[in-house]
């Protein structure tokens, strides 16, 4: 029962990081160990397990998925999702500023432990963050990539931004945040337009049933240099959450903390100081974890 709690409480934090356009779910199961397991998990499901399903047997299809671990799993993600995302667009709204530089101490924070974590790194591995970062501007210093805003639209933002939820170093939410959907799928989950959620869930599950065994065999080949581009992909996204921004009729403009009226500079400070300890206390803790074990 501990075990299930333990394993419900991760899942609560991996939700709790996907639904922001910081950290991704995957650097949260890499930090607190659980993320050999997940893909693991996620591949498992696959025409012969669902066979095993179809053909009623239960207990060999809950076993065969790791059932006792994804289970807890994705209700501790939902809960999360379902309890922050009113909060979360209260105070992008509200509180923009604080909000961003929160976002923003979160990625800085994640790249770094991220990259802490890459066993047996040279020398070579870190010129990868360069391709990394150099996309991440250019991603960054789009208004916005182009892509519909209809049903369809929902159902492949699923499958893209699930793909990205999974991966240590890329955030969901950042690349539903460049599709241009990351405020409709939060007001979709704080308003409980079931429609929507529903279309991009079915997406998310189809896009994890695809793409799985490609993640798991890029990251089996070219672990290390995943990780390096993807760290450096997210230093890059930094100034898409830039936290003093300018908006025109045409664009939105970052512009110097000096230059912006009312700049709340201490209090951007202290949120970006905080979301960095957080994520160094949740790596912590799930060292510790891991080592009691």
Request: aromatic share 12%; charged share 10%.
């Amino acid at each position: 029962m501990i075990k299930t709690l333990l394993i419900a409480a991760k899942g609560v934090v991996m939700g709790a990081a996907d639904v922001v356009p910081g950290v991704s779910g995957g650097t949260i199961a890499l930090l607190t160990g659980i993320y050999p397991r997940l893909i693991d998990a996620i591949s498992s499901i696959n025409l012969n397990s669902i066979k095993l399903l179809l053909s009623g047997q239960f207990k060999v299809f809950w076993k065969a998925i790791d059932g006792q671990f994804i289970l807890p799993l994705l209700l501790g993600i939902a809960s999360a999702f379902a309890l922050l995302a009113h909060s979360i667009k209260h105070a992008i709204v509200y509180y923009p500023i604080a909000t961003w530089s929160f976002f923003f101490g979160l990625i800085i924070a994640s790249a770094i432990l991220i990259i802490q974590h890459i066993p047996n790194k040279k020398t070579i591995h870190y010129f990868w963050l360069v391709p990394g970062v150099i996309l991440g501007l250019w991603i960054s210093s789009l208004t916005s990539i182009p892509f519909p805003n209809n049903q369809l639209a929902i159902f492949i933002a699923g499958m893209i931004a699930v793909c990205a939820m999974i991966l240590p170093g890329i955030s969901g939410s950042f690349i539903l945040l460049l599709l241009g959907m990351y405020q409709q799928l939060i007001t979709a989950v704080a308003e409980r337009q079931w429609l929507t959620l529903l279309l991009f869930v079915t997406g998310a599950v189809i896009g994890l049933l695809l793409f799985s065994r490609v993640i798991k065999w890029v990251l089996d080949k070219y672990y290390r240099v995943t990780l390096f581009f993807l760290s450096g992909l997210m230093l890059g996204s930094l100034l898409k959450v830039w936290p003093w921004k300018i908006a025109t009729q045409e664009i939105t403009q970052n512009i110097l903390p000096v230059n912006y009226p009312n700049a709340q500079m201490p209090l951007a400070i202290n949120m970006m100081v905080t979301a960095m300890v957080i994520v160094f206390m949740v790596d912590y803790l799930g060292q510790r974890l891991n080592t009691s074990k």
